[in-house]
């Protein structure tokens, strides 16, 4: 795995009401989170490959769907510098990922029905009241980019 990204394995508890799944708790994951997003995509849409300078994502995905995410280890100071990572993540694999500033990570939706994913980051998305410039370098739009995701609409 990439160092400093962290998958957590999320755990279902089920009875006769339903099922509940804990997707974050500060005490343990360690983070701080400032907002929370939901977003869904249809299938075989890309978002990203996009990093951060500064903010940390942390994706929660139970679906229902399910992605292939994507990661680059772009930290020319890491010890896993140039890796490169892809995983199933969603419905049948629910897990939390937290991805660090300098990780490249993108996502596309492998079910037809589309995907949902839950974001946390810890930082507000344009600053305080929408007014600051947007922490990500975005890597789709350049296409001599290394950080592609194969076979995806946009």
Sequence with gaps: MI?????????????DRG???EIFR????????KMSYLSM?????????????????????????????????NRKQSKTYGE???????????VSVLVPPGVVHGYKSISEEGSVCINLPNELYA?????????EIRHEDNPHSRFRIAGGAR
């Design 26 to 33: 500060r005490d343990s994951d360690g983070f701080n989170a």
């Design 19 to 21: 099922w509940l799944i």
């Design 3 to 15: 160092d400093g990204v962290v998958v957590k394995n999320l755990e279902t508890f089920s009875d």
């Design 84 to 94: 490169y990572v892809m995983i199933e993540v969603g419905e049948d694999n629910k």
């Design 41 to 73: 995509t249809k299938f075989g849409v890309v978002r990203g490959p996009h990093e951060h300078a500064r903010q940390s994502d942390f994706f929660v995905f139970i679906g229902p769907g399910s992605f292939e995410l994507h990661l680059w280890d």
């Design 127 to 135: 600053g305080e009241g929408k007014t600051e410039e947007v922490d």
